[in-house]
């Protein structure tokens, strides 16, 4: 797997849990499928750019906050 796929998709779970939502939820809040969001969680699934926008939205944070928090686990 690609490791900056695997990052984000570690980022977007770990954001998603901080808030205590379900896939469910953030898909919906997302505009995104459940399914779409367990695949990215588990790095399988590469997001475009669209998907990042509605990642920060349905999270309540921003594009660039997520990328950040990418660069970050990708220092780790």
Known sequence: ????????????????????????????????????ISYVENGRKIVSIVSIFAFAKGLG???????QQVENELKR
Do not use: C, P, W
């Open 1 to 36: 797997m690609n490791r900056e796929v695997l990052a984000f998709g570690k980022v977007i779970q770990r954001e998603r849990k901080h808030l205590k939502l379900t896939q469910e939820e953030l898909a919906y809040r997302a505009s995104l499928d459940r399914t779409f």
């Open 61 to 67: 944070l921003s594009a660039s906050y997520l990328i």
